[in-house]
């Protein structure tokens, strides 16, 4: 019932692209026949549009340039299959496949493997420059660490966060999922149902950041889905 007769951040007059939006561009309004929430303020307000609002538009994020970041988390060890980032996979590493597939998405703006801070993950590092992108390297056992440590404290809206083992993730449905993800004003998404070895998911950076900064226990931060779907009543979710 709430999230029915809750009213939505709307455009109080048509705007179009280039405009920076403000709080005077603001109302809200019950929207027919949607259950998504509104974004936060902090998210919108001073952003530059990318597509028409005319008036009482609903105002979703995908109306703006969102800044997406990618990662990749991987590490060597693995109690199932040790090394499987350098398996060769066609003639290429298996880590090459899935960093090749990235780099097409339209929607990335900048790709950072996650590895850990052991020597045995030096080669991946080395790997990770040689194809050209960065490298963030940070504790072992907490990959939620790993992650804000990457995005740092830089202005990213949304973390694509993808496994090692998934070298098929396909670059069409990243840029699919992320435009659902913006236009859900959500601050988790995942593609959990395509097959696996091709899923992803989309983490708001501020999300990742709180958690960490609020988590009072990091074990398990490598299943760090759970937490978010065990507590989905927290989060705006989809």
């Known amino acids: ?92 590493p298996a880590l090459n496949h899935l960093i090749e597939r990235l780099k097409q998405a339209r929607s990335v703006d900048k790709i950072i493997v996650c590895t850990t801070d052991l020597s045995e993950d030096n080669s991946i590092e080395d790997l990770a420059l040689s194809a050209g992108v960065e490298c963030y390297r940070g504790e072992n056992e907490n990959v939620l660490s790993r992650m804000v440590g990457a995005l740092g404290d830089n202005d990213v809206d949304v973390a694509l966060r993808i496994t090692g083992d998934d070298i098929l993730v396909d670059p069409s449905y990243i840029d699919i999922g992320l435009d659902h993800h913006l236009s859900t004003n959500s601050e988790y998404s995942d593609l959990k149902d395509l097959p696996s070895g091709t899923e992803v998911e989309f983490f708001d950076a501020d999300l990742l950041r709180n958690i960490y900064k609020l988590g009072e226990n990091t074990d398990g931060t490598e299943y760090l889905t759970f937490y978010i779907t065990r507590n989905k009543d927290q989060f705006n979710i989809s």
């Not at 027919?32 to 597509?51: A, D, F, M, R, W």
């Open 1 to 92: 019932y709430r999230k029915t007769v809750m009213k939505r951040m709307v455009s109080l007059h048509k705007l179009k692209p280039g405009d920076l939006i403000k709080k005077e561009d603001i109302g809200f309004k019950r929207v027919s026949n949607v259950t998504s929430e509104s974004p936060k303020l902090s998210q919108i307000v001073g952003k530059k549009l990318i597509s028409d609002l005319d008036n009482e538009d609903m105002i979703t994020r995908n109306h703006f340039r969102c800044t997406c970041w990618a990662l990749l988390v991987v590490r060597s060890n693995s109690s199932r299959l040790p090394g499987k980032a350098f398996i060769d996979v066609a003639g290429m």
